[in-house]
């Protein structure tokens, strides 16, 4: 069975700062690995994935994930938060199609 | 634009009452997932269509039903409501397997009261 858990249901930074946003993922066999980005009143939009070959996955808007073996994790980061990074962020896992998703992250940013 | 349609946007019924949930996939797009977000249970899989099969569920509820049709559109039917199903219904399509991107459409907001 797969299962995602997001730690922190609620991150704050301010603009300019530093964006962690944790993933960690359990699964029998290798994983896909998805981070999904949901605006206000939108549907879920990709950022990143993973399926095989260089760990260190770059998306868009400048974001980017590591994907760690060792430590099953897949944790999202960018260098430096914009006011439009506010939104709602969930880790995904993957092996047959079916996404399981994490609780999701409200990422706010302050001016 | 996902390239994803999905009709109602908003759809408000009494407890009881059937209603269907209308998702258009991306041009091509064989495969049709539908997800069910609501503030208790999160984003969870509901079912998968393939090029008009049914190829995987979740945790689909039996009064809950879905199709897909010729022209690849799929409708997912939701019978005998009740107040939790109050959720957004959202659908994805993708042209491939695990690995690629599934595509989101707006979503159904479905209010039962």
């Known amino acids: 069975a797969q299962s995602v858990t997001q730690l922190g249901s609620h991150v704050s930074v301010s603009e300019g700062a530093l964006v962690l946003l944790r993933c960690n993922y359990s699964?029998?066999?290798?994983?896909?690995l998805f981070w999904y980005v949901q605006y206000p009143n939108q549907g879920l939009q990709l950022l990143l994935k993973?399926?095989?070959?260089?760990?260190l996955v770059k998306g868009i808007n400048g974001f980017e994930a590591e994907f760690k073996k060792s430590e099953t994790s897949f944790h999202l980061t960018k260098p430096s938060a914009h006011m439009s990074d506010a939104a709602e962020y969930f880790c995904a896992v993957t092996y047959t199609g079916k996404l399981i998703f994490g609780q999701g992250t409200t990422l706010q940013v302050k001016p | 634009d996902s390239g994803v349609t999905q009709t109602p946007k908003h759809l408000i019924t009494a407890t009881g009452q059937r209603v269907t949930l209308r998702c258009s996939p991306r041009?091509?797009?064989?495969?049709v997932y539908w997800y069910q977000q609501s503030l208790d249970q999160g984003l969870q899989f509901l079912i998968q269509y393939y090029n008009g099969e049914e190829r995987a569920k979740g945790n689909i509820l039996e009064r809950f039903s879905a199709q897909q049709f010729p022209d690849l559109h799929s409708e997912l039917n939701l019978s005998s409501l009740e107040l939790g199903d109050s959720a957004l219904y959202f659908c994805?399509?993708?042209?491939?397997?695990?690995?690629?991107?599934?595509?989101f459409g707006p979503g159904t907001r479905l209010t039962v009261l």
């Open positions: 993973y399926t095989t070959g260089a760990t």
């Open positions: 699964s029998s066999v290798p994983p896909y």
């Open positions: 994805a399509s993708t042209s491939g397997g695990a690995a690629y991107e599934q595509f």
């Open positions: 041009s091509g797009d064989l495969s």
